[in-house]
């Protein structure tokens, strides 16, 4: 389901002409490729909640973009690299070589528009690595300016949620189950909503640096995290706090843009040699 736009302003990249294309100014013309994915989130949360976070943010970010930037959002990649959840059913996942190669293909296509700009952004902690190969192949590729985001490194309202949710709700705790009770409450089911304690508080107490996430994490699917496949207080969580983390995040995603149209290829990507 597409988001509608606030304004009358063209938002997403299918919306455009071709024609629309035909002088594009490299440092001005901003497009924004959305990863999400489709993949459990345990009892009370629907396999599209990844989808259904990305949708609504860039809703939201559509609320509060200025129309004086030139944006165009790409169709959101619905599914992507989710192997940490295939032995649970539903799970939809791409090889990370197949993701990669898939999306840069993608990339090559904006490239071939002339636009040099490119925010890559994830709703799904799992496609972080491949985004981060994505972006470095923009930019050898393309001399592309091509910056990895995701909703999380935005944060938070302070005090929204506990020290403890932020370190180690990553899945399907208050904060995911917030954003869809304020995005698409009818696909959530609180009455199976519990506090998904992390195996990561249990690793701290008895390893001194091993840990399944942090510098020294080793490899882990969810179930590994906890046998639900999430982690987090899901049961904490509220419509109010995902409508305000939304705005929140919404906003930061907008300052991000608003750096990116001031930054000049010349002066970040420098020619060499010169």
């Known amino acids: ?5 606030a304004s009358n302003r063209q938002f997403w990249w299918g919306d455009f002409k071709a024609a629309d294309f035909a002088a594009i100014d ?9 990863l999400a994915a489709t993949e459990q ?9 990844d989808a259904e976070i990305m949708r609504g943010m860039l809703a939201e970010v559509a609320r509060q973009v200025p129309d004086s930037l030139d944006l165009r959002v790409l169709p959101i990649q619905d599914v992507g690299k989710s192997n940490e959840h295939v032995n649970v059913p539903g799970t939809l996942s791409l090889d990370p070589v ?7 293909q993608i990339g090559d296509s904006i490239a071939r528009t002339g636009i040099r700009k490119l925010v890559v952004v994830t709703s799904h902690g799992g496609n972080e690595e491949v985004m981060a190969l994505l972006t470095r192949e923009m930019r050898v590729r393309h001399r592309m300016l091509a910056v990895k985001s995701s909703w999380r490194r935005f944060g938070y309202p ?29 696909l959530v089911d609180m009455s199976r909503a519990e506090h998904f304690c992390s195996n990561v508080e249990a690793a701290e107490k008895k390893f001194d640096l091993l840990r399944q996430t942090g510098p020294f994490g080793f490899a882990w699917m969810a179930t590994d995290l906890n046998p639900a496949g999430v982690v ?6 509220t419509a109010e ?12 995603f907008v ?17 060499y040699p010169a």
């Open 98 to 104: 197949i993701a990669l190669e898939a999306w840069t």
């Open 1 to 5: 389901m597409r988001q509608s736009v």
């Open 26 to 34: 490299p440092d001005a013309t901003i497009a924004v490729l959305a």
């Open 255 to 271: 300052r991000l843009l608003a750096d990116i149209r001031k930054a000049k290829l010349e002066e970040l990507l420098p020619r």
């Open 158 to 186: 302070a005090g929204m949620f506990t020290e403890e949710e932020q370190r180690y709700g990553v899945h399907g705790g208050d904060i995911e189950t917030s954003l869809m009770l304020h995005f698409r409450p009818e």
């Open 241 to 252: 706090k995902g409508r305000q983390a939304a705005e929140h995040q919404a906003h930061g």
């Open 232 to 237: 987090g207080n899901a049961a904490a969580a």
């Open 41 to 49: 989130h345990g009892p009370h949360l629907p396999l599209s909640t």
